[in-house]
């Protein structure tokens, strides 16, 4: 797959997931300046955007093959807090109320990019930025330094 374009900037245009399962999708999506249907197709396995959703070393992937070098952890407040104040990471939010299966966010100037902010009423989705960060991260997707 040949590499995109960086989106250095990274425009805060929030970018509304498209199926149920692909907060994912969005996140990539607005990470690499690209509307939600181009960035599905950085994923190896689109029909996951409607079914399980995506692992986090599977949005690592289609960030890769976006030309972005990112790499996962469980997410410790000791070694990764200062990674959630830079713009591009994403994290993962354990499973709540709001989000039954967890939801991925995406750190943008304003705040964080929710890609379903009005979960779970499916027509319309809406996304925003919203400043606070939701949820208990488990799990973040940061820049290889």
């Known amino acids: 797959m040949a590499l ?3 989106n250095p900037s990274l425009q805060s245009i929030p970018v509304p997931q498209e199926h149920t399962m692909g ?3 969005a996140c990539v999506a ?4 690209l509307n939600y249907q181009k ?7 689109a029909q996951n955007a409607w079914t399980r959703g995506y692992y986090c070393g599977e949005v690592v992937q289609a960030l890769r093959n976006a030309g972005f070098r990112y790499r996962y952890d469980p997410y410790d407040h000791d070694a990764h807090h200062r990674f959630l104040s830079r ?17 991925y966010l995406l ?14 009423r499916i027509l319309p989705v809406q996304a925003a930025v919203q400043r606070k960060r939701i949820g208990k991260t488990s799990f973040i997707i940061y820049e290889a330094e």
């Open 4 to 6: 995109l374009k960086r």
């Open 23 to 25: 907060c994912a999708v």
């Open 30 to 33: 607005a990470r690499c300046g």
């Open 39 to 45: 960035g599905l197709r950085l994923f190896s396995r």
């Open 87 to 103: 713009v591009g990471t994403i994290i993962f939010i354990d499973p709540d109320r709001s989000y039954p299966v967890g939801h």
């Open 107 to 120: 750190r943008v100037p304003e705040g964080w990019m929710n890609s379903w902010v009005n979960c779970p």
